[in-house]
């Protein structure tokens, strides 16, 4: 069984960083793209950022380019979340998930970890 586990979500204010990590662990498996999804309340779950796991290219959503940054490790695998000039409207439940080779899609999901951004 394949595990994500989100971890460095907390309450700041705004203008403040939080660096978000997702750990795999269990049954190695082959990833296509690894990603991070947010839902805040009320709210559909949309796409903040993705990277490929092979080559690493990355694309983000309109609403945090230039503010986030996304990363991997390959051996781990660990895929990060660099948040900068953090903003209210950034407050969500923030979900990790891969995209494993032959899937058709985000087919592994984490828990969550909650930010929250104080204006």
């Known amino acids: 069984q394949v595990q994500l586990v989100e971890s460095g979500g907390g309450v700041v204010q705004a203008g403040d960083s939080l660096r978000l990590s997702c750990a795999a662990s269990g049954r190695p498996f082959s990833t296509y793209a690894m990603g991070w999804f947010r839902q805040s309340p009320g709210k559909e779950r949309e796409f903040v950022a993705s990277?490929?796991?092979?080559?690493?290219?990355?694309y983000y959503a309109d609403s945090v380019k230039g503010r986030f940054t996304i990363s991997r490790t390959i051996a781990k695998p660990t895929v990060s979340l660099q948040m900068n000039s953090l903003k209210p409207e950034d407050t969500a439940i923030y979900y990790c998930?891969?995209?494993?080779?032959?899937?058709?899609?985000?087919?592994?999901w984490g828990q969550g970890t909650q930010v929250t951004v104080s204006s």
């Open positions: 998930a891969a995209h494993t080779v032959g899937s058709t899609g985000y087919n592994l």
């Open positions: 990277i490929r796991w092979s080559g690493g290219s990355t």
